[in-house]
């Protein structure tokens, strides 16, 4: 097998519960953030309830971005619109996914078959502007110690996906409202 790839893409959803969607909703986001977030983007929520920025390693995450829900601006053609960003010091809606029951595939900086249903952290990084895409991933240092994420394991893959540097695993949130 040839070694993992290092593409972290953030959180993407990989399993919804048995007996229904995973659940989704609507969440403001305050114009002061001072992130840009991204889908795929594990997020914080401020006394309010709304969005106050990209998780770090020591925030407790709420959810994770899944899409954003457009405004358009007066006068603007209506029309099929996607937006899978929001930009620093933006307000709007993210739709998010805060189901403590739906299963996400993200990389890790490092995985061992030991590291299954421990808790970890997060290792957030800043996302590519480019490619208007999320770069967080699970920190292999914080297995046993992190309180963000329960790891469910290694994630099947078609492709090359194995223990080590860059796997790709399956997590839950482990922190939620």
Do not use: W
Request: proline share 5%; glycine share 10%; with cysteine.
């Amino acid at each position: 097998m040839l070694a993992n790839k290092n593409g972290p893409a953030g959180f993407r959803l990989f399993q919804q519960p048995q007996e229904s969607h995973a659940v989704t909703r609507s969440r403001t986001v305050k114009a002061t953030h001072n992130e840009t977030l991204a889908v795929g983007d594990a997020y914080t929520l401020d006394a309010d309830g709304e969005i106050d920025e990209r998780a770090a390693g020591s925030d407790t995450v709420r959810g994770i971005v899944m899409g954003f829900e457009i405004e358009p601006t007066a006068g603007a053609p209506q029309g099929p619109m996607s937006k899978d960003f929001l930009p620093t010091l933006t307000a709007g809606k993210a739709i998010v996914c805060e189901d403590p029951r739906a299963v996400f595939v993200v990389q890790a900086t490092t995985f061992a078959k030991a590291n299954s249903v421990q808790k970890a952290g997060l290792d957030d990084n800043a996302g590519d502007a480019n490619l208007r895409q999320s770069r967080q991933q699970i920190d292999g240092a914080t297995y046993g110690s992190g309180t963000q994420f329960q790891v469910l394991g290694l994630a099947p893959s078609p492709a090359d996906n194995d223990y080590g540097a860059f796997a790709k695993i399956l997590v839950r949130l482990a922190t939620t409202l």
